[in-house]
């Protein structure tokens, strides 16, 4: 389990807390999206500008890629992109932050 740190925004200074979010990737000429659900971050309480900790970011890759190059690698469109939904089960809180 990968924990966060407390600390302060390094846009705005003000304070940050630990969420889960959701991100919607993308690639460039792919139309494929995967929405990815409840992902540990840390967010600012002013401007809200997030942090995902590179432990947790390079996980997510490592599953969304091999996502996108097999898509990308598809020579028949058999049928549209497809929108991929990945979803984290909640952690507790107290394990994150
Ligand atoms: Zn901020």
Do not use: W
Not at 28 to 37: L, P, R, S
Not at 48 to 75: L, N, T, V
């Amino acid at each position: 389990m990968t924990f966060l740190r407390k600390r302060n925004c390094p846009e705005c200074g003000a304070e940050m807390q630990p969420q889960l979010i959701n991100i919607l990737y993308k690639r460039e000429k792919c139309e494929t999206q995967i929405d990815v659900i409840g992902i540990p971050a840390n967010v600012c309480t002013k401007c809200f500008y997030r942090i995902i900790p590179s432990k947790i970011a390079k996980y997510i890759d490592s599953i969304i890629d091999p996502i996108f190059d097999a898509e990308s690698m598809q020579q028949d469109k058999v049928l549209p992109a497809p929108h991929v939904g990945i979803q984290f089960p909640p952690v507790e809180r107290e394990l994150y932050c």
